[in-house]
């Protein structure tokens, strides 16, 4: 009973900071990011499992070393809140300019070139991880209290540093890869159904693209002008 | 230059340019905020004996945050006016992101922006309590403003 009810609890507290309107802005771009590929369906869903992979390893990281005393969490609290929202922006902007093509990989050897391309695909999934990992560093002040103020105090009770963080980083990310998921699906039987998945990929990617910049710029100017 | 050039050449410059804005603007000694108290509780000017009710925010101010303030702000504003006119209980807004004030993260162990009240007797600090409860409750405002009064009653008939 005591383990479904904190099993239920980190997984609720994780989809409340996801629902939150605080981290919208990360939320859209990771949104904008996984269900990219709406010409490949399983894509997506693999983008959105490395994605949720990278929240929840980040969580159970940091709930491991707090629970077993190795770090400070006032400081370290809000060391998380202050800089990494700072290099999110940024970031995304540079992530935007490579999914429309702006930056590219220039790499001369012809050999080399080929396995970039022949990694891209890999790199998609890793990227989505990164991007996890990230945008779960970056703390805003809702999912500061939800997760030191509620996840860890019952993790530190229940002595489960481990699995309950993990459980609650699935929860911060299961709103937005069901919304990513769910556009994509929807996108690929509109696009197939018209014969325009090409098309619609290039489209999707762009809006990608152009939203993580939009996204990025309101970011960075958000903390420059604050 | 066409134009793909012209926007990742803007595009290059703004990320690095913020960088280097976010850079500077930290390392720049914290710039005097008129309502933020960077002076420590114990001063001359003011009772010795009294509560202090803290709220510590940051530069980033969210919806939920100004209403943690707000709301406090008018639950002792409505329960607590005689002790605020003689400054027995003190309102005491501080913004944490400001390097003289970052020392109350670790005096209160703060994981969070939140409200703390703090007993002060003779001019030293005895006790103090987080009220962690003002996130939960930020979404009920009458429990939310019952809550503050109900902390700051016992905290005052302790300190009596």
Not at chain 2, 94 to 107: K, L, Q, S, V, Y
Request: hydrophobic content about 50%; proline content about 4%.
């Amino acid at each position: 009973m005591d383990f479904f009810f904190c099993f239920g609890t980190a997984l609720w507290l994780g989809v409340l900071t996801s629902i939150s309107p605080c981290p919208l802005a990360t939320n859209i771009a990771a949104m904008s990011y996984i269900g990219r590929r709406v010409d490949r369906p399983v894509y997506v869903l693999w983008t959105g499992l490395f994605y949720t992979a990278g929240r929840a390893l980040t969580y159970f990281a940091l709930g491991s070393l707090i629970v077993s005393s190795f770090l400070n969490t006032p400081q370290l609290s809000f060391f998380l809140q202050k800089y990494i929202h700072m290099f999110v922006g940024p970031l995304l902007v540079v992530v935007g300019m490579f999914l429309l093509e702006l930056l590219s990989l220039n790499i001369g050897s012809s050999g080399l070139s080929q396995w970039v391309q022949k990694r891209a695909e890999s790199w998609g999934f890793w990227g989505a991880g990164a991007l996890g990992i990230v945008f779960a560093l970056s703390f805003c002040p809702v999912s500061a209290a939800l997760f030191f103020g509620s996840l860890i105090p019952l993790a530190i009770q229940y002595d489960s540093g481990l699995l309950l963080p993990s459980i609650y980083g699935i929860g911060t990310a299961l709103p937005v890869v069901l919304f990513a998921v769910l556009i994509a699906l929807g996108a690929h039987s509109i696009s197939k159904a018209f014969n325009q998945i090409t098309k619609v990929e290039w489209w999707a990617r762009s809006i990608t693209g152009g939203i993580l910049i939009l996204i990025g710029i309101y970011l960075t100017l958000q903390n420059i002008l604050v | 230059m066409n134009s793909k050039k012209i926007i990742t050449i803007i595009l290059l410059v703004f990320v690095v340019g913020s960088v280097g804005a976010m850079i500077y603007k930290e390392l720049q000694p914290g710039q005097t905020d008129p309502d933020a108290i960077t002076a420590d509780i114990s001063t001359e000017n003011v009772p010795q004996n009294q509560i202090i009710a803290y709220y510590f925010h940051g530069n980033q101010r969210c919806p939920t945050c100004m209403n943690i303030e707000a709301y406090t702000k008018e639950s002792l504003e409505t329960n607590f006016k005689e002790p605020l006119d003689s400054g027995r209980v003190v309102w005491q807004p501080i913004n944490i992101d400001e390097a003289a004030n970052r020392h109350f993260i670790t005096d209160f162990e703060l994981e969070m922006k939140l409200v703390v009240l703090a007993d002060i007797k003779d001019g030293k600090q005895i006790q103090w309590k987080k009220l962690d409860q003002v996130w939960p409750l930020s979404g009920d405002k009458p429990g939310f403003l019952e809550y503050i009064k109900v902390e700051t009653e016992e905290y005052l008939k302790e300190s009596v």
